[in-house]
């Protein structure tokens, strides 16, 4: 459709791209691939011509088609990850550039991806995240009261940041909390275990900023210097909470 006069109003393009930009963005996407997709979606509709800026909290756009003109902004917080999410909508703009939807039908099908569930239900991850972390205990050599410990000790300090994280305290806020409540946990039973050092390390990890490091790096890679920057910032927040929760909590064990 790229070239034709598109049939779709240029407003309307702008909406759509931006709010797939804004899901991508939210959903853990990479700065690059954000906006790739806010460019191929305005493009499958009929834009000749689609500019992009992103930055940490926000995302921008300018489509062109002839003399016509349109640019939008849209505040972009970040939500975590959903890589279900992502998967979808790659799989919505291939069939909207296959012209397998026409614009009516790809509005209704990507309303139907924003309103789907953003994440499991907070409790079955509470659990899974003690769980993993029980099992890098296992890794690291841990015998069976270890992980126990470990896994009971890291679900109680996942349950505290999403309690923090729902009233919005901030990333340096929930991570010094959590890893103090749950190395405080680990260090209070970990006469339990003979292997009490493989409990306190792996008691934290469930906080480490995964998803922002690997985006991050990504970031640089492409180019887009000032967001990868931003996003090493906000890890290097977290991990410092972590190691300020840390140090409590082993002051006051004793360690």
Same mark, same amino acid.
């Given at each position: 459709m790229v070239g034709m006069k598109p049939n779709y109003p240029l407003p309307k393009i702008l909406t759509f791209a931006l709010q797939v930009g804004l899901l991508a963005h939210q959903s853990g996407a990479s700065t690059h691939r954000t906006s790739l997709l806010i460019q191929r979606t305005?493009?499958?509709?009929?834009?000749?011509?689609?500019?992009?800026?992103?930055?940490?909290?926000?995302i921008g756009a300018t489509i062109e088609w002839g003399d016509?003109?349109?640019?939008?902004?849209?505040?972009?917080?970040?939500?975590?990850?959903?890589?279900?999410?992502?998967?979808?909508?790659?799989?919505?703009l291939v069939d909207l550039e296959q012209d397998e939807l026409d614009p009516v039908r790809a509005q209704l099908a990507l309303d139907t991806i924003a309103q789907r569930a953003i994440h499991y239900p907070r409790w079955l991850i509470t659990v899974l995240v003690g769980l993993s972390c029980g099992a890098f205990a296992a890794l690291f050599g841990g015998d069976v009261a270890a992980i126990l410990i470990t896994t009971?000790?890291?679900?109680?300090?996942?349950? +505290?940041?999403?309690?923090?994280?729902?009233?919005?305290?901030?990333?340096?806020?929930? #991570?010094? &909390? =959590? /890893?103090?409540?749950? @190395? +405080?946990?680990?260090?209070?039973?970990?006469?339990?275990?003979?292997?009490?050092?493989? #409990?306190? &390390? =792996? /008691?934290?990890?469930? @906080?480490?900023?995964?998803?922002?490091?690997?985006?991050?790096a990504a970031d640089l890679l492409n180019g887009n210097y000032l967001n990868g920057m931003v996003r090493f910032t906000m890890s290097a927040v977290i991990v410092f909470g972590i190691a300020v929760g840390v140090s409590l909590a082993l002051r006051i064990l004793g360690i």
């Open positions: 305005a493009k499958a509709l009929g834009a000749a011509r689609v500019e992009v800026i992103i930055s940490s909290t926000n016509e003109r349109e640019t939008g902004f849209r505040k972009a917080p970040h939500m975590g990850a959903n890589f279900a999410l992502l998967t979808s909508l790659n799989q919505w009971l000790g890291s679900t109680l300090g996942m349950a +505290l940041r999403f309690y923090l994280v729902l009233r919005h305290f901030k990333p340096s806020v929930f #991570a010094t &909390a =959590a /890893s103090f409540v749950a @190395l +405080l946990f680990v260090g209070v039973l970990r006469h339990f275990t003979a292997t009490p050092d493989a #409990a306190l &390390a =792996a /008691s934290v990890l469930f @906080l480490i900023p995964g998803v922002p490091l690997i985006n991050g």
